[in-house]
């Protein structure tokens, strides 16, 4: 997969996707990576598994939930990678107003993923992660609701713009994450 996936309408019953993410217990976690991630809901998501598994063949799932991110808050990082979660992700809009998911390339580096990562390359891209002059972007892709856009993780990546909007689980950007590896 050299470019993201799109696959629109991915969720045949959204309505109770939806349902169940805007009734799910919101916390801040921390993950493995020893960052607090704001307004996670992990665990099962409604047909997630039966619409991964249809639409891209046989894939293991890591891990999955639901985000849901507020007014002007930003990310733990503007630009990153999900190096370390499983090979691919994938992002589905739940309601994600005047959002998407871009990607980029680092611009001294001339490279829009992290590959083979070294302890000097990661030293020297997290010194850049929260400056987006030092970014080209590459590719945008909308948050029309209901559409999943799939990549693969070592993909320098944001949500965009960097800002969130709304204030509750009716108008903030809500979406699914799903880490996973091809079998």
Not at 84 to 104: D, E, K, M
Not at 154 to 169: D, L, N, Q
């Amino acid at each position: 997969m050299n470019q993201p996936l799109v696959i629109d309408n991915f969720f045949q019953d959204f309505n109770r996707v939806l349902l169940h993410a805007q009734t799910s217990e919101y916390y801040d976690w921390v993950g493995f990576d020893g960052v607090t991630y704001k307004r996670v809901s992990l665990g099962r998501v409604p047909t997630l598994a039966d619409e991964l598994l249809r639409r891209l063949g046989n894939i293991e799932i890591l891990g999955a939930g639901y985000r849901l991110n507020y007014n002007d808050e930003l990310p733990n990082t503007l630009i990153h990678t999900d190096v370390g979660w499983g090979t691919h992700a994938a992002v589905v809009y739940l309601n994600a107003p005047n959002s998407g998911t871009a990607f980029w390339k680092h611009k001294e580096l001339d490279i829009g993923s992290l590959d083979n990562p070294t302890v000097e390359l990661v030293e020297k891209l997290s010194l850049d992660w929260d400056d987006e002059s030092k970014w080209e972007q590459q590719a945008f892709v909308s948050g029309t609701t209901n559409r999943a856009v799939i990549y693969n993780s070592a993909w320098f990546h944001s949500r965009f713009p960097f800002h969130a909007a709304g204030a509750s689980e009716q108008d903030g950007r809500l979406v699914v994450v799903a880490f996973f590896n091809f079998r």
